[in-house]
Structure formats: C-alpha cells, structure tokens
C-alpha cells in the first residue's frame, strides 16, 4: 500500500515549503525524505517510506538511504516503512521504535462497496445525519469560491485553537492551493442554508483519497453537519473512481488513551477498518552523536518518571491545610 505521501509530487510541494529533500530509487524500492534538525544535529527522516515491495527491497532502500544520510552529515535515520512490511520486519532493522512521528495505524473504508452498504456500514447517528441532511438546508459542494478557500484557513486555526494542535503557516496554504489547481487536492465546503460552516481539504491519489483538514465555525451546527460532509467526501471520492477513502491516522492501540483516541472514536463511526503501518524506526548513523541522542532521551525519561512520582506523592500536612 503506496502513500501518497511517497510521491514525487508531494516532495516537489515540500521543496516549494523550504524542506531539503532526499530521495533514492532502484528495482523494487524508493523513497523521499527531508532533513530534520534537533538538538544533536540533522538528520535524515522518511514519512511512510520507503516503500518498498519486500525485505530484500527494504535492505536496500535502508542501505541507500543510510549512506546518503552519513554523506550529509547526518547523525540517524528514521523509517517509516509502507505496507506490506510488518512492524516486526522494521523492528528486526531498526535501533527502536519512536512516538511522535506520523501514525503508525489508520482508518479506511472501501469505496468498492455499493453506495447503500456504504452508508449501512456508518452507525445509526451518521447514516441519519446524512439522510435528514438537506431538510436541514445542509449543503455540500467542491469549492467554488476563492474567499471560502481564505474561510476554510480561518476556520481551521479557529478550531486548532479550541483543539489545541497546531495549523500550518500560511505559506503552507498558499503552495498548497497549486496541488488544488493541478487537481490533486481538493477543498470542498459544507454550508447550511448557503452559509459556508465546514471547509474540508482532501488529497485524491490514483486510488484513495486522504482525508487531511477541516476548519469548522465555532458553532454546535458545524458539528451536526460535521458528520453527512464526511459522508458525501466518501460518495464523491466513491463517484470519482477511488477506492478507498482514507481518514488519515488513529490512535496507536486501543487499550491506551492518547491525543488521537477522540478522533479516532469519531472516524470509526463512518464504517470501515483499521489498517496497521510500520510504525517509525530510529538507524543510528554516526555512532557517537546517536549516543548522545540516546543518553539525552534517557535523562528525559527518567525526569519525567520523577516529576510523575513527585505530583503522585500524597501532599504533606502543611500543604493541604488551608493558608490563612
């Protein structure tokens, strides 16, 4: 399973950002990555990639990649292996396994469907959402307007706000309207009663669409409508030709809560199944900088461990009396 985000046109988008982009090809493998800096120096990092058709094909790409990254002076490279490799096969060539990167699972529904199964498999909320949709003056539609494209920016920082996670700059958005006019994104508006609620932007490759952002008004209504836009983004995408509509990242495991777990419920109402990446995989490079990387790391964790034990602690006799 080959992302879009391993395409040369969305490394070209990357260059048109600023990134320093690094990519290398051969039979049965290729990738593209960027160089990242921290706190020890650069280094050399694949989002979902290589992609690559077996482990014979991975030794290589991580062989190419590894010394192209050395040459660069870079000091470790993190892999994010696309299907069909397991995250036991990227263990098996990775140091260890890293949070924080690119979601290491995510949420897809087959478009191959017919239309009515697709809409069976949503649960009960979301298939009447969408059914009572127009007798709430609920419209959808792909974007028309060059001023709901400026709205959808605005409503999208407004609910990273009321969300806390960060939104993209705004040259990000301006590079990003060239893939809109070659066609390979898409930015489609939910509107009730032709006042623009919910502005949503999507990536269609030759099969899936990825479903990227969307800014909402801070209203309760863009959350009723919230639902039927997802839906007609699937039908339009199952109209287009595509087969998969892919809702772009879930929580790491079900049994432990994190920053994906409230997303993750709602994208598990539309139907569908959760797919298994990789997972991010940490090469060492230049053995004595990665050792730094690591002690650094492990003062932090055990910081952490402290801090977490010292707020656990019962409070002394003094502290939880009143101060007069």
Not at 36 to 58: H, K, N
Request: aromatic letters at 12%.
């Amino acid at each position: 399973m080959a992302n879009f985000f391993q395409t040369e046109r969305w490394w070209q988008f990357q260059e048109e950002l600023g990134e320093r982009v690094v990519s290398g090809s051969g039979p049965g493998w290729h990738y593209f990555g960027r160089i990242v800096r921290d706190s020890i120096g650069p280094y050399l990092y694949l989002p979902y990639g290589p992609v690559v058709a077996d482990e014979r094909g991975l030794d290589a790409a991580i062989a190419h990649a590894r010394a192209q990254a050395k040459q660069l002076g870079c000091y470790r490279l993190i892999i994010e292996p696309s299907l069909p490799i397991t995250p036991e096969q990227a263990g098996a060539r990775g140091k260890r396994m890293l949070t924080g990167f690119q979601p290491s699972r995510t949420h897809v529904v087959d478009l191959t469907q017919s239309e009515d199964d697709i809409i069976r498999g949503m649960n009960t909320t979301r298939r009447k959402q969408f059914r009572g949709a127009a007798k709430r003056g609920y419209s959808f539609a792909e974007l028309t307007d060059d001023a709901d494209y400026e709205l959808g920016i605005e409503l999208l920082r407004q609910t990273g706000e009321t969300r806390s996670f960060e939104v993209r700059d705004s040259e990000y958005f301006t590079h990003f309207r060239g893939l809109v006019d070659e066609g390979i994104a898409r930015v489609f508006t939910a509107k009730q009663d032709g006042e623009t609620k919910v502005v949503g932007y999507v990536v269609d490759d030759e099969d899936t669409r990825y479903y990227l952002y969307v800014g909402r008004d801070t209203s309760n209504v863009s959350m009723h409508i919230s639902g039927p836009f997802i839906a007609f983004l699937m039908l339009d995408a199952k109209e287009r030709g595509l087969t998969t509509f892919d809702f772009y990242g879930i929580s790491a495991r079900d049994d432990v809560p994190d920053e994906w777990t409230g997303f993750t419920t709602f994208k598990r109402t539309f139907g569908g199944h959760a797919v298994q990446f990789s997972g991010a995989w940490e090469i060492p490079v230049l053995p004595a900088k990665y050792a730094l990387r690591r002690t650094l790391d492990g003062l932090h964790a055990l910081r952490a461990k402290l801090a977490s034990r010292k707020t656990d602690a019962p409070a002394a006799a003094s502290d939880a009396a009143p101060k007069e």
